[in-house]
C-alpha cells in the first residue's frame, strides 16, 4: 500500500533546496551544464574514444561491475 504525504508549508519535515541545488538547477536550464541519459552516452563515446573499452562487456559484465564496486574502500575508510 502507497501512501501520499502531503507536507504543508510550514511543516518541519519539509525539505527545502539548498543554494546549491538552486545554481545547478539554473546551470542546467541555461544549457551550461548538461545531464540526462543523452549527455551520458556522448560523454562515456568521448571516454571510450580516449582511453579505449574500459568496461569491456565480458562474459560476465556484472561481474566485472561488482568487482569494481568491491575494490572501493568503506564508507569513512581509507583507500
Known sequence: ????????????????????????LGQIERGEIRCGAEAAREIAARHE??????????PDPDAAWADAIASLPAQGGAA
Not at 501520499?4 to 541545488?21: A, E, I, K, M
Not at 574514444?49 to 565480458?58: F, I, K, L
Open 49 to 58: 574514444a580516449a582511453y579505449g573499452e574500459v568496461w569491456a562487456a565480458g
Open 1 to 24: 500500500m502507497s501512501r501520499t504525504w502531503h507536507v504543508g508549508p510550514h511543516d518541519p519535515r519539509r525539505v527545502l533546496p539548498s543554494p546549491d541545488t538552486e545554481r545547478v
